[in-house]
Nanobody
Framework: QVQLVESGGGSVQVGESLRLSCVAS????????MAWFRQAPGKEREGVAK???????TYADSVKGRFAISRDNAKTTLSLQMNSLKPEDTAVYYC????????????????WGQGTQVTVSS
């Protein structure tokens, strides 16, 4: 059974940093896509960053230069380093896994974690 468990969320001030982690279990291969999404109150879920099995990364324009996604295939762990946080980064952040890495559309991802809250205050 596939399971994704996120951790590392919290409340920070503008300009501070947070590191999110996601531990995946139940997978038998490393050639799948892993991604971070976020959903703010009243808004649709949006893709933040994705990384494929060859460590090729893609970022949403809103986080380029501030966030960094990484994965450790040996431990099936996904991370998101978030720097220079802004109030508009406030959201529930989700880890997701898909068999295709062509997009950051939520419907292209097959498995989801429960989410972790990130709150950035000014």
């Amino acid at each position: 059974q596939v399971q994704l468990v996120e951790s590392g969320g919290g409340s920070v001030q503008v300009g501070e940093s947070l590191r999110l982690s996601c531990v995946a279990s139940g997978f038998t291969e490393s050639q799948y896509c892993m991604a971070w999404f976020r959903q703010a109150p009243g808004k649709e879920r949006e893709g933040v960053a994705k990384i494929n099995g060859f460590a090729v990364t893609t970022y949403a324009d809103s986080v380029k230069g501030r966030f960094a996604i990484s994965r450790d295939n040996a431990k099936t762990t996904l991370s998101l380093q978030m720097n220079s946080l802004k109030p508009e980064d406030t959201a529930v952040y989700y880890c997701a896994v898909g068999y295709s890495c062509l997009s950051m559309r939520s419907y292209d991802y097959n498995y989801w974690g429960q989410g972790t809250q990130v709150t950035v205050s000014s």
